[in-house]
């Protein structure tokens, strides 16, 4: 297991911790901190109309069907209208593709142009909420800025389908993706956020065992993982969970309550599967884009999950994006950075398909 003392002694590395001197949100962070606060003290007066005022409000470990329900139609809401998001693009096509027991909804985006290559996009939400619909803008524009399909699926949520059904829904419909690939030149890469970051890097892992093994049939290498802000570590803790535990969108709390959905048990959380920091050998793994939020519990983990990949010779891109929050990607209409975000790892995924042609 990872130490705390070694966590520190990685992160202090230039490269790779993004030198941090400010660690504070920017303006549009605090603009969009405030507007968060205030809805949600919006929705505290309306249920105490309706009810006796509470204690403290504490995130309980189990909720019922209807509110997970709600939860998740409140969190699966584009951020902009998905018709205005989609003119850039030839076709968005909703289809059905292969998952671990069944088939599972996905949504697949075509450029104009010579499309060159295929991305298989994995969603965030702590792998408990939020969809096809929620990352639709993103989805749409990083198929405009890298040239590339891309496919989002959307694999199946905990806490119905625990640890490991994502991983092995993600895996399916990877292996189903590589069948297809030809159609846009046969390469692949894989792309998500938060938890479908975690999904994307566990699955770099697992094509590479299996190439290891000698399985066959094995499915393609990716020939780039990007990941937004992803969690790589399970109960270990690090500076930055501890700096930005509350107040800054994702808390500690959130954290821990989505790790309780999604393991079946204490074991789960040390499983490289779950989080893919804690694997020992990182070697022969595809190029990696790595982005981290300065102002995000997860940032330490991405920083250091991209020094790991380096130093065990793979090719590393890493940013930290100065003043933003965990999620911010999300806010792309509104928050300049998480535009350029996109356009930047687009144009990283479009360079590596086009020198493969």
Same mark, same amino acid.
């Given at each position: 297991m990872l130490k705390i003392e070694m966590l520190t002694e990685r992160l202090s590395a230039r490269k790779f911790s993004g030198s941090f001197t400010r660690d504070k949100p920017d303006l549009t962070s605090r603009l969009l901190l405030r507007g968060l606060h205030a809805a949600s003290q919006r929705r505290r007066k309306h249920r105490q109309t309706l009810k006796a005022p509470q204690?403290? @409000?504490?995130?309980?470990?189990? !909720?019922? *069907? =209807?509110?997970?329900?709600?939860?998740?139609?409140?969190t699966n809401r584009p951020s902009f209208p998905m018709r205005l998001s989609a003119l850039p693009l030839k076709r968005v096509?909703?289809?059905?593709?292969?998952?671990?027991?069944?088939?599972?909804?996905?949504?697949?985006?075509?450029?104009?142009?010579?499309?060159?290559?295929?991305?298989?996009?994995?969603?965030?939400?702590?792998?408990?909420?939020?969809?096809?619909?929620?990352?639709?803008g993103i989805c749409c524009r990083l198929a405009r800025a890298s040239g590339a399909a891309v496919l989002s699926f959307d694999y199946s949520l905990a806490?119905?389908?625990?640890? @490991?059904?994502?991983?092995?829904? !993600?895996? *399916? =419909?990877?292996?189903?993706l590589a069948s297809e690939a030809w159609r846009w030149g046969g390469a692949v890469a894989v792309a998500g956020d938060s938890a479908g970051g975690t999904l994307a890097a566990v699955l770099c892992q697992k094509v590479r065992e299996a190439h290891r093994s000698g399985a066959n049939p094995s499915p393609p290498a990716p020939v780039m993982q990007v990941l937004y802000y992803p969690a790589t570590l399970g109960r270990e803790e690090t500076p930055s969970r501890e700096k930005f535990a509350h107040g800054y969108f994702l808390t500690k709390a959130m954290m821990e309550w989505y790790g309780s959905q999604y393991a079946s048990s204490d074991e789960d959380l040390l499983n490289p599967d779950f989080a893919p920091a804690l694997q020992k050998d990182l070697s022969g793994l595809p190029s990696a884009w790595i982005m981290t939020a300065e102002c995000d519990p997860l940032r330490d983990e991405g920083a250091l999950y991209g020094r790991r990949l380096a130093?065990?010779?793979?090719?590393?891109?890493?940013?930290c994006v100065r003043g933003t929050l965990h999620g911010f990607l999300q806010f792309y209409p509104m928050m300049?950075?998480?535009?350029?975000?996109?356009?930047?790892?687009?144009?990283a995924l479009r360079a590596v398909f086009r020198a493969r042609k």
């Amino acid at each position: 297991m990872l130490k705390i003392e070694m966590l520190t002694e990685r992160l202090s590395a230039r490269k790779f911790s993004g030198s941090f001197t400010r660690d504070k949100p920017d303006l549009t962070s605090r603009l969009l901190l405030r507007g968060l606060h205030a809805a949600s003290q919006r929705r505290r007066k309306h249920r105490q109309t309706l009810k006796a005022p509470q204690a403290a @409000p504490v995130i309980p470990h189990t !909720v019922s *069907a =209807a509110s997970l329900a709600y939860i998740r139609r409140l969190t699966n809401r584009p951020s902009f209208p998905m018709r205005l998001s989609a003119l850039p693009l030839k076709r968005v096509i909703d289809l059905r593709v292969p998952g671990a027991a069944e088939l599972r909804p996905a949504r697949l985006y075509i450029p104009y142009g010579k499309v060159r290559g295929v991305v298989l996009f994995l969603h965030g939400g702590g792998f408990v909420h939020c969809g096809l619909n929620s990352h639709h803008g993103i989805c749409c524009r990083l198929a405009r800025a890298s040239g590339a399909a891309v496919l989002s699926f959307d694999y199946s949520l905990a806490p119905e389908h625990k640890f @490991p059904a994502a991983v092995e829904d !993600v895996w *399916a =419909a990877f292996n189903w993706l590589a069948s297809e690939a030809w159609r846009w030149g046969g390469a692949v890469a894989v792309a998500g956020d938060s938890a479908g970051g975690t999904l994307a890097a566990v699955l770099c892992q697992k094509v590479r065992e299996a190439h290891r093994s000698g399985a066959n049939p094995s499915p393609p290498a990716p020939v780039m993982q990007v990941l937004y802000y992803p969690a790589t570590l399970g109960r270990e803790e690090t500076p930055s969970r501890e700096k930005f535990a509350h107040g800054y969108f994702l808390t500690k709390a959130m954290m821990e309550w989505y790790g309780s959905q999604y393991a079946s048990s204490d074991e789960d959380l040390l499983n490289p599967d779950f989080a893919p920091a804690l694997q020992k050998d990182l070697s022969g793994l595809p190029s990696a884009w790595i982005m981290t939020a300065e102002c995000d519990p997860l940032r330490d983990e991405g920083a250091l999950y991209g020094r790991r990949l380096a130093e065990a010779g793979n090719v590393v891109s890493y940013t930290c994006v100065r003043g933003t929050l965990h999620g911010f990607l999300q806010f792309y209409p509104m928050m300049r950075k998480a535009r350029w975000v996109l356009h930047q790892s687009g144009r990283a995924l479009r360079a590596v398909f086009r020198a493969r042609k």
